[in-house]
């Protein structure tokens, strides 16, 4: 594959699709006809793009659509079977729409939220095919609803698989520091990828933590299907994080 090139206003083409980065953090720009808008600076991009040289997923999920763009980037370069988002934002994307309208086993869902487990667990079964290679959550950043995702989604990952989640670091960013700061109250994001490291510890689900400065991903080990998905999915009593074993000592979150 070429390597994507970027051009000085953040434009670029993939797959015969035109794209535009927008890093603002306000009034960004909306998809249009022309150009998809897309959240992702170089970095992200390269990491994708080195990804997509070893790593060929039969279906990805997107937790997180925003203007469509990461959802288009990542079909246009993995190429998947089947691939599904949902957003919780209850505004379509007509210019998603009419890309997903024009592709074969192409899905997305607005006004979903990622923690709802019923909309989650009918995508993987039903339009993916009970075939999850590939989660990238980009949704809230939120430690509680990232993790609740996770949760419920890790155990139907196939083996091999990967999840990545991205923007992990935003609590330890210089603006969040002040006690008036955006989610001053919040959870930190970062307080996931420390137990995500205590279960990998503690099991033998997680081949891999890769940690980026913009993201990190997680490979579930070849031989992590002990149970099988079904099984895992049909016991909602507990959470994957209660197999950690850490001396008996409490965890304390930041």
């Known amino acids: 594959m070429n390597r994507i090139v970027v051009g000085p206003e953040g434009e670029f ?4 699709e035109n794209f535009v980065v927008d890093m603002s953090e306000k009034d960004r720009r909306p998809s249009d006809a022309e150009a998809f808008t897309i959240v992702k600076n170089e970095p992200y991009l390269r990491f994708y793009e080195l990804l997509a040289s070893s790593f060929s997923p039969r279906s990805i999920l997107e937790l997180g659509i925003f203007q469509g763009g990461s959802y288009v980037f990542l079909d246009k370069l993995f190429k998947p079977r089947r691939m599904s988002g949902v957003d919780i934002s209850p505004k379509p994307v007509a210019s998603l729409l009419r890309y997903v309208a024009d592709m074969k086993d192409r899905f997305v869902h607005f006004a979903a939220s990622q923690c709802d487990r019923e909309i989650l667990e009918r995508i993987v079964r039903d339009e993916l095919a009970d075939e999850l290679d590939f989660v990238v959550d980009d949704a809230s950043h939120t430690y509680e609803q990232t993790k609740a995702s996770f949760e419920f989604l890790f155990p139907l990952l196939r083996p ?17 520091q002040p006690s008036d700061a955006p989610r001053a109250n919040c959870i930190a994001l970062s307080n996931l990828l420390f137990e995500q490291i205590m279960l990998m510890g503690s099991t033998s689900l997680i081949a891999e933590i890769r940690i980026c400065k913009q993201l990190y991903l ?5 031989t992590a299907h002990a149970e099988s998905p079904k099984a895992e999915r049909d016991d909602e009593s507990g959470s994957i994080f209660d197999q950690i074993l850490s001396r008996g000592r409490k965890w304390h979150a930041i």
């Open 13 to 16: 083409s993939l797959g015969g």
């Open 160 to 176: 091999s698989g990967i999840y990545i989640i991205e923007d992990w670091g935003w609590a330890h960013a210089l603006g969040y």
């Open 218 to 222: 997680i490979r579930k080990a070849a």
